[in-house]
């Protein structure tokens, strides 16, 4: 079990503010991931919740406990460390028994376990080797088996990726997946990687500088962001937005249309630009429109087949259905 | 970055490490000052009451005070010049490509091993004896009349002394230092033209110059407090009473602590002026 | 510096510090060949180098007459027993300053350098009365504590440095792993710490071993390390270079061993992190 509940917690370091009053709730079994640009305060949250760092004020619940004043190591979760914080000075099997020791677990059940958390991860044949000799990619499954041995109310992984090249980081993401989807505990995912989060949650939080800008499923936040710091956030390549007697039309002070939402055509459309640098990347092409007249480019994805040259004045239709309208402050009108 | 749990806890922990220091520092300052304003002779009386700044000027105008100065300066200054000069060429020297680097440094540093009066016997009986050292012998070798180092050179004799127990300290971290040097740097330099001389002068003295600075100041405290040196070799004769020597023989050998202890406070005074100065240069490097 | 040098100048460079080493090294080297001979080649003119009698006489004669073994154990003693209590004390200390730095850690850190720096002499009587007192003059627990307490400073700077260099997210990885504080000094950072606390074990053992000045001024004859038991040489048993050499290559054996591997550690030992 492992719902977990903040309720408003907040974090000053001195005078700095880092976390303004927040409410989060983070159901048993879901996937959570917590993104947003670096210093957003999404670390700090995650450290507030594992107990590494004292909350100013506010409280947090596990399982409707209160667990504010509870030392981390009697909070029953498990933390994936961004730069995996295994023990170099033990075997891989020790590094994985550790928690099992420190809770005085009986040594054939802390064999099995970890017997079983190594065929999980296919660390079998590297049980004796030290963490100096293992790679990237390994030393991520030990640090994740040493997490799931202990069968915790809840995982928190900080930014567990980050170290791995962009080929493994792909496979390891699939990995977690599929672990919590067969294992159903709780998870909470730093990141700030919206690709991973997107990919990943059930339920996005994203933050801004300690505040809690949005919170969703993958797809409510692409379809309906709630203002445009996550517009922007989510989706890539990032949302065209358009101020401006366009964005008037649609009674809105600004408009954003995604990249993918606008038809491309030789001959005729809404707007018409020049064609910039273009990207290439096999399935998709990415051009990067100037002189439109409404923005300072206006980027487009196109099909990969599609070959406009530098240069090239081209004419774009935006699906009128998909434009997203914002107020003056930037809010998302309904 | 920590929880109020682990902040209380580094606080206890450190508390025996802390309050331990803080008695080894005040309590004996403290009994140190204390005596330095009485008339304290354990021999002769005990305490004899209180006695103002008597000790302080006595200890100023008695007539071993300003010799006292003139030898520890002497041998500090004498012994600082010799190990930072020899420090800077010899390091030099080690760090250049050569057969056997890791010997000859090891050859090199040994001496900083010895213990003092170990260093101080030998020198003096089996180097320095005017009969049966072999100084004595390598001038009776060219004919010259041997010369009794230690009453004729007392100053020479404890300066070659010292500084043979401290180059190798001065050249190991001068030779750090050295190493640490980046070599693009002087790469760069001569790429740019600097002849080799001139990329010595303008990059590796300036690189070495906190090095340098370091070990003058480590040095000094260390050389302002000399002991078993002088204590096995003139034992304060012939001149070679250092402050040190003379606190410690008014201390312990006439035993008039009041006036030795005021001696003491002029010593403290004087390290902590050389400590400020290093403090700062080390702070500078801590970034805690 | 991947660039060929001159064999002709790798060779002057080697012939050169090769002079100035042994020339530097000659002493100690003279000492050690000194206590194989006799009295008599001691001091003969011309002084015999290496073509000798080489005898073990002196060796078995300090050991008979001046009791060697009990000085070399009050050594190991007191030069162990203080390293190994400043260790103890320091350890905690130092993990509280590296992994829970405070505004103050860096006032207190030069602080306790400071005490270091304090001179002996300043504070001979006190500690002396002190001693009288407690009845600890001449005992090997008075001088354990004394040079624990001179060393302490440098045992805490040393670890502090060490234990920066240690990923304070092991120990937030340990402590999420259910370790208490004690686990997780006794578990993790002190095996990942091993190599650190050797040197500043090596490095404070030569300090105490060599220390000449509360060694010489408060211990007699039941206490007394190996530099007091130089020391009883002064005069004029110092005349019989064959025994005083004997007796000093003793003293300094262990320690010039020891030194040599201690290297890399005495720079940063001595000079507090300040050059490295």
Redesign the interface.
């Known amino acids: 079990m492992g719902r977990i509940t903040l309720d408003k917690v907040t974090k000053s370091f001195g005078a700095t503010e880092v976390i303004p009053p927040l409410d989060l709730t983070i159901e048993d079994g879901e996937f959570a991931v917590f993104v947003g640009p670096s210093g957003c305060g999404k670390s700090t949250l995650l450290r507030l919740i594992a107990g590494l760092e004292d909350v100013t004020s506010g409280t947090i619940r596990i399982d409707g406990e209160d667990a504010t004043m509870v030392p981390p190591a009697k909070r029953g979760l498990a933390m994936v460390f961004q730069s995996y914080a295994l023990y170099p000075h033990m075997s891989v099997r020790k590094n994985i028994a550790f928690p099992l020791r420190m809770a005085k677990m009986a040594q054939d059940e802390i064999d099995r376990r970890v017997q079983g958390a190594a065929s999980v991860l296919n660390l079998t044949d590297y049980l004796d080797r030290r963490p100096g000799q293992l790679s990237g990619g390994q030393r991520q499954r030990v640090a994740i088996g040493r997490a799931i041995v202990r069968e915790p109310a809840a995982f928190l992984f900080d930014e567990p990726l980050s170290n791995l090249d962009a080929a493994l980081r792909v496979g390891m993401r699939l990995e977690i997946s599929e672990l919590h989807k067969r294992l159903a505990t709780t998870m909470i995912y730093v990141t700030h990687d919206q690709v991973e989060a997107m990919t990943m949650a059930d339920k996005i939080v994203v933050l801004r500088a300690g505040h809690i800008e949005q919170v969703g499923s993958p797809l409510e936040l692409y379809r309906e962001p709630r203002n445009l710091f996550v517009a922007g956030f989510i989706g890539s390549p990032k949302m065209n937005f358009i101020e401006g007697a366009e964005a008037a039309k649609h009674g809105a002070h600004t408009i954003g249309i995604r990249p993918e939402h606008i038809a491309v055509s030789e001959s005729e459309g809404a707007w018409s630009g020049r064609v910039g640098v273009s990207e290439h990347l096999g399935s998709d092409t990415f051009f990067h429109i100037h002189d439109t007249g409404l923005a300072e480019t206006i980027t487009v994805r196109a099909d990969g087949e599609v070959g406009f040259r530098h240069g090239d004045r081209i004419h774009l239709t935006p699906r009128d259905d998909v434009v997203h309208k914002f107020d003056a402050k930037g809010l998302r009108i309904a | 970055m920590a929880t109020k749990a682990s902040r209380s806890a580094a606080r206890v922990m450190m508390a025996p490490a802390v309050i331990l220091l803080l008695g080894w520092m005040l309590v004996p300052l403290i009994m140190t000052l204390w005596f330095s304003v009485r008339t304290y002779l354990p021999l002769r009386g005990g305490d004899l009451g209180f006695a103002g700044i008597d000790n302080y000027i006595r200890f100023l105008t008695s007539s071993a005070f300003w010799p006292a100065v003139v030898a520890t300066l002497t041998i500090v200054v004498g012994a600082l010049l010799i190990t930072v000069v020899f420090g800077v060429l010899l390091a030099i020297l080690l760090d250049q490509p050569m057969w056997g680097q890791g010997i000859v440094r090891i050859l090199v540093i040994a001496p900083f091993f010895v213990m003092p009066t170990v260093s101080g016997l030998v020198w003096k009986n089996m180097f320095l004896d005017s009969v049966n050292g072999l100084f004595a012998h390598v001038f009776k070798f060219f004919g010259a009349t041997p010369v009794e180092w230690m009453i004729d050179k007392p100053f020479f004799s404890i300066i070659l002394i010292v500084s043979w127990q401290w180059l190798p300290f001065a050249t190991l971290i001068l030779l750090t230092a050295i190493q640490s040097l980046d070599s693009e740097q002087l790469e760069a330099a001569e790429m740019d033209g600097a002849p080799p001389l001139k990329r010595f002068w303008f990059i590796t003295i300036p690189h070495l110059s906190r090095a340098i600075t370091v070990v003058l100041l480590i040095e000094t405290i260390f050389l302002l407090s000399i002991f078993a040196e002088i204590f096995v070799t003139t034992a304060g004769a012939f001149g070679t009473k250092t402050l040190t020597y003379l606190i410690f023989q008014r201390v312990l050998e006439s035993q008039n602590v009041g006036l030795g202890s005021a001696g003491g406070v002029y010593a403290i005074i004087l390290a902590n002026i050389v400590a400020f100065f290093l403090m700062r240069i080390v702070g500078k490097n801590l970034d805690a | 510096?991947a660039r060929a040098?001159t064999s002709r100048?790798?060779t002057i460079?080697?012939a050169?510090?090769?002079g100035?080493?042994?020339i530097?090294?000659f002493?100690?080297l003279?000492?050690i060949l000194?206590s194989f001979k006799t009295e008599g080649d001691?001091?003969t003119?011309?002084?015999k180098f290496l073509f000798f009698d080489w005898t073990l006489e002196n060796y078995s004669i300090v050991q008979d007459r001046s009791d060697y073994m009990r000085y070399l154990w009050n050594s190991v003693i007191i030069a162990g027993g203080s390293t190994l209590l400043g260790i103890i004390?320091?350890v905690?200390?130092a993990?509280?300053?590296a992994?829970?730095?405070?505004k103050r850690?860096?006032d207190?850190?030069?602080?306790?350098?400071?005490?270091k720096?304090?001179?002996?002499?300043?504070?001979?009587?006190?500690?002396?009365?002190?001693f009288i007192k407690l009845g600890l003059l001449d005992t090997r627990i008075g001088l354990v504590i004394v040079l624990m307490?001179i060393n302490?400073?440098i045992i805490?700077w040393m670890l502090y440095t060490y234990f920066k260099e240690i990923?304070?997210?092991?120990l937030?990885?340990?402590?999420?792993?259910?370790?208490?504080?004690k686990?997780e000094i006794l578990?993790?950072l002190t095996?990942?710490a091993?190599p650190g606390i050797a040197s500043t074990i090596l490095l404070n053992v030569?300090l105490a071993?060599?220390e000449?000045?509360w060694t010489?001024?408060l211990t007699a004859a039941k206490a007394g390390p190996?530099?007091?038991f130089?020391?009883s040489?002064?005069s004029p048993e110092?005349?019989f270079?064959a025994k005083?050499?004997a007796a000093?290559t003793m003293?300094?054996a262990p320690?010039?061993i020891?030194?040599?591997f201690s290297?890399k550690q005495?720079?940063r030992g001595?000079?507090?992190?300040?050059?490295?």
Do not use: H
């Open positions: 510096m040098v100048r790798k460079n080697t050169l510090a090769w100035v080493g042994l530097i090294f002493p100690i003279w000492t000194t001691a001091i003119y011309p002084p004390i320091a905690p200390a993990w509280s300053m992994f829970v730095p405070s850690t860096k207190i850190l030069m602080w306790m350098l400071s005490t720096m304090l001179p002996a002499v300043g504070v001979l009587y006190p500690i002396y009365l002190m307490l302490l400073p805490v990923p304070g997210e092991i937030e990885a340990a402590r999420m792993d259910g370790a208490s504080l686990e578990y993790v095996p990942m091993i030569i071993w060599n000449a000045f010489l001024n190996l530099t007091a130089i020391a040489y002064s110092g005349l270079y005083l050499s000093s003293a300094i320690i010039l020891l030194g040599w290297q005495l720079v001595l000079t507090f992190g300040a050059v490295k």
